[in-house]
């Protein structure tokens, strides 16, 4: 628990008080997301094990044949830690632990409602209590995820890795591919990352996501949330769960991913942006998406503007564009206007890994988004949650955030 937080309470759940105004009732299923599921394997390796396979010390790469073998020797010959990965359930994981574990609240907003005196907090600055763990009193799976994995040792390994989060994950398990991995191969700073997607590209609709089972799950959520990594997999998926958060007005979030997203799958990406309610990015996306769009300008607040004005269907929902930049200001653009956030301050000595602040930021908005916080308090949190994870290895993070 957080600072300031009496973890040792335990309130019926007959007796749980609940926040009459300030903020929403976090309940289970109610984020939702869908991307590729990957197991992270981690190991601190040599040169022999790099040269082996042909690998850069510092580098991203999609697994060849060459790779096969890569995956049980690293497990076999080195001490591994596994992670429950992929860019989608990254920030289902780390929106699960900002929002399960800490959160914020002005003293006076709360009206507590049980039966009996309510809880007692340690009072913290400016009258705030962290007091969202009393209202679950469990690991509570408010995000689901969904996602194809395969029938093996890994995909075992992986449920339960996602179990650990505290994530609702609900995969897709065929024995046609084996469960999608990405090696972490660490020398002193450096990180060779090599990814397998395998079963997370065999992700099939008719046989997952249109059971009805699977389909109240999605009818649960409030908020969606989808990398656009998958618009490599099954677009026809995206397209049914965004006309679902259309229809119902509810928001539908998506992200651009990559630059190659924009430039090689336009037409799946264009076919759900009419849907989108929050688009996510960052600079290096926004731009090729610009030019893709033919937008005729490299600057980020235009380039935001003209996204945050493409046409939309559900018109209840203004949509909102927001293009973080590494360590410069993360911009915002709404109907009304296009506002700069700077990020957190960070000592450069303390960053290890960047690759997971963008999964990070996301994660950490959506905690609050669904707490139906402020587009500026969102940003605050995502902040915070990208600056926790560049301290790290791999897209993890600590037991006890501290999110003010």
Known sequence: MGRGC??????????????????ALIRENILFGMGNPLLDISAVVDKIFLDKYGL?????????????ELFEELVKKFKVE??????TQNSMKVAQQTFSLVLLLPLKAMDFRISGEAPSCQKIRQKHIICLKWMIQRPFKAAT???????????EILKKKAAEAHVDAHYYEQNEQPTGTCAACITGDNRSLVANLAAANCY???????????????????VYYIAGFFLTVSPESILKIARQASESNKIFTLNLSAPFISQFFKEPMMKVMPYVDILFGNETEAATFAREQGFETEEIKEIARKAQALPKVNL??????????????TIMATANEVSVFPVLDQNQSEIVDTNGAGDAFVGGFLSQLVADQPLTECIRAGHYAASVIIKRSGCTFPEKPDFH
């Open 6 to 23: 009496c973890s040792s309470l335990h309130i019926p759940l007959s007796q749980r008080w609940v926040p009459r105004s300030g903020l």
């Open 56 to 68: 850069k010390p510092n580098d991203q790469i999609l697994a060849e044949e060459k790779h096969k």
């Open 82 to 87: 596994y992670h429950a990965g992929g860019s």
């Open 145 to 155: 995820f969904f996602g194809c994995i395969g029938m093996d040792k890994f995909g």
């Open 204 to 222: 099939k609709k008719e046989k997952h996501l249109d059971l009805e089972k699977n389909w109240k799950l999605v009818e649960k959520a409030k």
């Open 316 to 329: 209840k929902r203004q949509r909102t564009v927001i293009f973080t930049q590494g360590k410069n200001d």
